[in-house]
């Protein structure tokens, strides 16, 4: 199993000047685009080690009409990514009851050490209900002290911990699921990156499968706090949630 043992070397999160002309990336910085930019049909903020070309072989238009290129972009997820799946039996789920935000923040720096590069994490629940706060946790846990600001408005923060691509996203104001493609924001969900992502069913059809969903759920009393279903939904997510469930029954011995 991929953990981020020794993480807390270098981490970087900063906002940075958007450009619509990609250009090679030295492997390091961050940054966020907005909403709006979703009109471009592309991001303008491409993603690590991507790389463009300045030249290249004529093509004939005809051969390629109704086609999409994209020239020099890495694959998303390497044949070794197990597909999803929707098995929710008992040995791929585990429920926990998080009574207050200290709570959800234990969770979070418990889970953090888990997740391993290429894995998609989706973070399902109401308004309010925890999601950005979990997040927070995690990268406290992986020991960035910066701001965590959710990305409702931006769409994606970028966080980098020793040459591994955290990114965060928020699609709650998505109108349209195809907003995630005409964004470009697929490119993103690659082998050297953990991908969070807040609403992701204002995305479905478009945003990748998770290897790890978190169903928060707000208890009828606010004094009760909050439920949390983690779903194991690939070979990955199922290894991570053996790892955690390991953690818990180690931390109540």
Known sequence: MRTQGGVFGHIIHLAVATKFKPAPQSGTGGGHIGAGDAQFGKTQLPPPDFYFFDQCDP??????????IRIGVL???????SPADST????????????????????????????????VVWLDGDLGAGK?????ALLRGLGHTGPVKSPTYTLVEVYVVSSLYWYHFDFYRFNEAEE??????????????????EWPDRALGY??????????????????????????????????????KTSQSGAAD
């Open 75 to 81: 694959p998303l997820h390497s044949p070794n990514h």
């Open 207 to 244: 945003v990748p499968s998770p290897d790890l969903a978190l169903v928060f759920r707000i208890a009828d009393a606010p004094e009760s706090g909050r439920s949390l279903e983690l779903q194991a939904r690939s070979a990955m997510g199922r290894q991570c949630l053996s790892a955690l």
């Open 180 to 197: 995630f493609e005409d964004a470009g924001l697929g490119e993103y969900f690659r082998d050297d990156s953990v991908c969070l992502v």
């Open 132 to 136: 950005t706060t979990l997040v927070r």
């Open 59 to 68: 093509v004939d238009p005809a051969s390629v009409l109704g086609q999409r």
């Open 88 to 119: 929710t039996d008992e040995q791929s789920t585990l429920s926990l009851q998080l009574p207050d935000e200290a709570a959800t923040i234990a969770l979070g720096r418990q889970l953090a050490p888990l997740l391993a590069p290429g894995m």
